[in-house]
């Protein structure tokens, strides 16, 4: 020992021997600075991946066009950015070992990662696949990371994410409920403070901005959470708390079958716990619990749900055309995230007739499966069933062997969770499709393959050498990319909210200002070429009908059937009197939505101008099909006809209309005229 009494010389003999109180001032060794950097990387990733699920949850922002495009860029930025930092870190490290029994279920998600890059270069419609394309490439990266690469307490940290951001939603979601019952409509002031208050009258949305996303997020999360009921890190009686908070705004989403498909889930939940867990005491219980919760859906109205034989009809029209899509290119598809591109075409003239609506387009099959053969072929679909198949039936391998109780409780409310949502898809296949749930979706089993196979790790680094140069690259260009590049479609969004409120109050510089902006920042935004273009055929300048033709070609170059498009043009060449092109685009526009009153009127129109009465003539009949009481088609098929001399026919239908609408005066006039002309 110095004579300086430092013990700095000390001996490991020397050091154990010392008082606590000595012992406790001494310092812990540093690590080396390659694991000082390596364990930074590793807790950003995964507190970073805990943050992302809670924004994507709870965020949203009413200044967009869309409420949720918020989640949609901070998924990509997250996303991005959290596989960026993985990439950097495990070139650092070199210690993932990939074993045969995770390459069992690596290899059907990394293959459908590289499909999806396939039909993106397949398909003839990049512009609009794109964000599809990055969201499965981040869904895979993110899935990849959790399976790979997590221990208990990582899985703990976003469990605790996940069980903050749903008390967040569901709590906002009881604002809603009561906000609903008991203050007055929109736009008055109310309990929920949002200017979307109300937006789906009575159902709850919460943080969703749409009740059946809501759902879809709800049902996958229970029986996770039921789950922990069997875990001691978890207050019980806050768990309890959660789970009633889930329930109540599940049922006042009024999806009914949603809540369907929870009753299936969590069936399935407590049939395993039961079997494998639970002790005789408990078993009653259990039982009584779900009898009480079939009760009480039962109850509140689940199968009271009104529309319920619109809704199928409306299905099954949905499923008719989506398949009669699938039988045109069967074994490729269109093209990963193109369906909203290509349904237009195969659209069921129902569908109109049961929205009401003729400027809305479908952007999902209403069946994730239906939709990703639709979009990727039999080869994609395969290719997912695939790595499903893996997933579950590993689960169920494991569930049989030897485990810890709470982490075979874990796994039994994961595995009942992802089979519910998979369930709900089959009849409700809007959710996998939304970041929000279906970033949740691949969080959850991405968990269920962490604890299916275990990570393995080798004691010292290994020897990627060129692979371990390459991964680290990558990941240092794809934070900075993601950080200025997705931002953009947010921007845009921003401003298309904005140029809307313009065009609304026909402000038409200002609108066309800011949608200019909206293309700056995403040049593949279809809505705003064909904003753009209504713009041009509203304000009628010099040169707005050539730049609105230049517009709505531009829609057409993106989606050649986007909704109304031919209509547009068709409505441009008839101003311009060039009859042959209304005529064209009229029709062109009769074959994708036969239902709209408006266009027949105005094709006859066309028509008459050419001197083709016949041809007006059986337009107006063609109409009459879809609208037998139109006192608009009466008058005009009146019209040709009187334009024919065909005065009795003409007479008819005159009567017609005045039985429709007895007190139409054009209908009156024209009696008059004909009476008078007739001499009667």
Same mark, same amino acid.
């Given at each position: 020992m110095q004579e300086n009494g430092s013990n700095s010389e000390l001996t490991s003999q020397e050091i154990l021997s010392a008082p606590v109180d000595q012992q406790k001032k001494i310092p812990e060794p540093k690590l080396p600075l390659k694991e000082r950097v390596i364990n930074f990387l590793d807790n950003l990733v995964v507190y970073g991946l805990g943050f992302l699920a809670f924004a994507i949850a709870v965020g949203f922002y009413l200044k967009t066009y869309d409420s949720c495009q918020i989640k949609i860029t901070i998924f990509q930025i997250g996303g991005s950015i959290i596989i960026g930092l993985w990439l950097i870190? =495990?070139?650092?490290? $070199? %210690? !993932? @070992?990939? =074993?045969?029994?995770? $390459? %069992? !279920? @690596?290899?059907?998600?990394?293959?459908?990662?590289?499909?999806?890059?396939?039909?993106?270069?397949?398909?003839?419609?990049?512009?609009?696949?794109?964000?599809?394309?990055?969201?499965r490439i981040i869904y895979v990266g993110i899935f990849v990371i959790i399976s790979l690469d997590f221990n208990e307490k990582k899985r703990n940290i976003i469990i605790s994410f996940l069980i903050t951001a749903t008390l967040v939603s569901t709590i906002y979601g009881l604002i809603q409920f009561f906000d609903t019952r008991f203050w007055p409509p929109n736009p008055a002031h109310g309990l929920d403070p949002f200017i979307w208050r109300q937006a789906f009258?009575?159902?709850i949305f919460s943080t969703f901005g749409n009740p059946t996303f809501y759902a879809g997020y709800?049902?996958?999360?229970?029986?996770?959470?039921?789950?922990?009921?069997?875990?001691?890190?978890?207050?019980?009686?806050?768990i309890g708390i959660v789970l009633l908070l889930i329930l109540f705004n599940l049922r006042f989403t009024f999806i009914s079958l949603s809540l369907l498909s929870f009753l299936i889930g969590f069936f399935i939940c407590l049939i395993l716990i039961k079997k494998d867990v639970v002790t005789e005491k408990y078993k009653k219980i259990l039982l009584m619990v779900f009898i009480f919760l079939v009760f009480l859906f039962f109850v509140l109205g689940i199968f009271l749900y009104r529309g319920k034989g619109e809704l199928i009809r409306?299905?099954?029209?949905?499923?008719?055309?989506?398949?009669?899509?699938?039988?045109?290119?069967?074994?490729?598809?269109?093209?990963?995230?193109?369906?909203?591109?290509?349904?237009?075409?195969?659209?069921?003239?129902?569908?109109?007739l049961i929205e009401g609506r003729h400027n809305t387009e479908t952007d999902h099959a209403e069946n994730e499966f239906l939709e990703i053969w639709s979009e990727e072929g039999i080869v994609g679909l395969l290719i997912f069933l695939w790595f499903l198949f893996e997933i579950f039936s590993n689960t169920i391998k494991k569930l049989k062997s030897e485990i810890e109780i709470a982490e075979k409780v874990l796994l039994i409310g994961l595995f009942s969770g992802i089979i519910t949502f998979w369930i709900n898809s089959l009849y409700r296949g809007?959710?996998?499709?939304?970041?929000?749930p279906g970033f949740f979706v691949w969080v959850l089993t991405g968990i269920t393959a962490n604890i299916i196979v275990s990570p393995k790790y080798s004691e010292t680094p290994q020897k990627w050498e060129g692979f371990r140069v390459l991964i680290c690259a990558v990941g240092i260009v794809l934070i900075p990319f993601s950080i200025l590049y997705f931002p953009r479609y947010f921007i845009?969004?921003?401003?298309?909210?904005?140029?809307?409120?313009?065009?609304?109050?026909?402000?038409?510089?200002?609108?066309l200002k800011h949608y200019n902006l909206v293309l700056e920042n995403n040049p593949n935004y279809i809505m705003t070429h064909y904003f753009m273009g209504n713009v041009y055929n509203d304000r009628w300048n010099a040169g707005d009908p050539e730049r609105a033709l230049q517009k709505y070609e531009d829609v057409k170059k993106l989606a050649p059937n986007y909704v109304q498009v031919h209509y547009q043009v068709a409505t441009i060449y008839a101003k311009l009197e060039k009859w042959e092109k209304a005529i064209e685009n009229?029709?062109?526009?009769?074959?994708?939505?036969?239902?709209?009153?408006?266009?027949?009127?105005?094709l006859a129109m066309a028509y008459a101008q050419l001197g083709k009465y016949k041809k007006a003539e059986e337009t107006f009949i063609a109409g009459l099909k879809w609208h037998p009481e139109s006192a608009d088609m009466f008058l005009g098929l009146g019209n040709i006809c009187y334009a024919q001399k065909k005065f009795k026919s003409a007479e008819r239908f005159y009567k017609k209309v005045l039985e429709i609408k007895p007190n139409n005066r054009e209908a009156i006039e024209n009696l008059k005229i004909l009476y008078k002309k007739t001499k009667k």
């Open positions: 870190k =495990t070139s650092i490290e $070199r %210690k !993932i @070992l990939i =074993t045969k029994e995770q $390459r %069992k !279920i @690596l290899y059907p998600v990394l293959v459908f990662a590289l499909w999806g890059i396939i039909s993106y270069l397949l398909t003839d419609f990049r512009g609009a696949a794109f964000e599809e394309l990055t969201k009258g009575k159902r709800l049902i996958l999360v229970f029986s996770l959470f039921f789950s922990l009921l069997w875990n001691n890190q978890w207050k019980k009686w806050f409306y299905k099954k029209a949905i499923f008719s055309a989506t398949i009669e899509m699938i039988k045109d290119k069967p074994i490729l598809g269109s093209g990963i995230g193109t369906f909203r591109i290509v349904y237009p075409a195969y659209r069921k003239p129902e569908i109109f809007v959710s996998y499709y939304f970041v929000a845009a969004d921003v401003h298309h909210n904005i140029a809307i409120f313009h065009s609304k109050r026909g402000e038409w510089e200002k609108a009229y029709n062109k526009y009769l074959e994708i939505d036969p239902v709209w009153e408006r266009t027949y009127p105005l």
